[in-house]
């Protein structure tokens, strides 16, 4: 497993489950350039394309060649079927012509087999509209399946197709997953799940059931006993946004949700995330109130919230900008004691801010010739925008 999970990875450059708040500098389209930031580009970790190594697949494995593996696929030995199922991918690009017979064996009577298959084909690489149709089919049927394992990788396979899978939603939505009473872990890997596969069809004129659906399910579970849930709830919401028509039933109970959460949400880490959530979906909510309510966690002595505060206000952008002063003093602290990664954060955080972080531009000067060449990137990138954003508004 640990050498297939090696090989594909590289080709696939699959994305975080959690935490893909946003990636690129834009201001929030919902909202205009007043609204909450939320696709503001967090420090980017990824690898440059010309920079990723090239794979040289190969043509045996373990003295088999490609077709000998596929003949195993129909063996009547679990163990051989799912071995096979396991190395095939690793034959690369030649591999795809062992897809239908893959997708066949996600209906395997063994669980082994079955979820190896469901592991290859929602990884492994194939763009045949016909194929991907027959995945989600048989996805759908194991989304519904009585083992728990089952229903759990099967709702990570749909993050991985995205919004391929979208006709998985009321699987999801159902008791099988996002409603599961017996597995947290279940709930949440179907939050996360909807966060990718959820989006609203711009080109319906009726409202988009499946969509609101998605929308109605996560506000529910944003009251979910187990914070992973939570967390992953609210994090999908800030991915899918909300409905286009803010009458709605699922709009409206998204809203009520989120304005009760920031009075009984217990975890400060999620009731960041949900006032910025409110504040997004709703302008009158971008009060003095939820922005101070994130800011004042810079000022804790715990390295988690105040890594997360920066991260929200950053997200938030110049709506946030009263908070200029408690991201610079919270940068100097975590200079002194070498925390890179709120100082990175805040550095992140007070580029968003435009020219309003102008004050903080002799602080982040300091970290130009860091060590650490995170920490020296983002100190670049930051003076770079801020000083851009001092130079239009003048």
Known sequence: MRSFVRILMPLLGLAALILVLANSSAQDPQKGKDGPNIKGGLPDKEMPKADQP???WPTQFDTLTLDDWIK?????DPSTRNAAVRVIPQFGPAAKKAIDKLIS?????DNSVKIGALL?????PYEDPKLVEKTVIKLNSLLKNNDEAVRFQAALACTRLGQAAKSCIPAICSEYVLNCSTSYEVRAAGAIALGQIAYEDQNKKEPDLLFAQAVSALAHRLSDPAY???LASIEALMITGAPKDITGG?????MTTLVDRTRNEKDEVVKMWVRVCSMRFDRNQITTENIS?????LKTADDHLQLQAAKALGCMGPVAKSQVPALIECMKAAGERKSLYVLVMCMFALAQMGADAGPALPDIEKYLNHENPIVKDQAKKSMDLINAAKVKKN
């Not at 064996?105 to 009577?109: C, K």
């Not at 290859?120 to 492994?124: D, F, K």
């Open 54 to 56: 090239k794979l040289n």
């Open 72 to 76: 195993r696929l129909d063996s009547k």
């Open 105 to 109: 064996l996600m209906s395997d009577p």
């Open 120 to 124: 290859a084909c929602t990884t492994y």
């Open 228 to 230: 992973a849930v939570r």
């Open 250 to 254: 699922a709009a409206r109970l998204l």
């Open 293 to 297: 309510g994130i800011g004042i966690n």
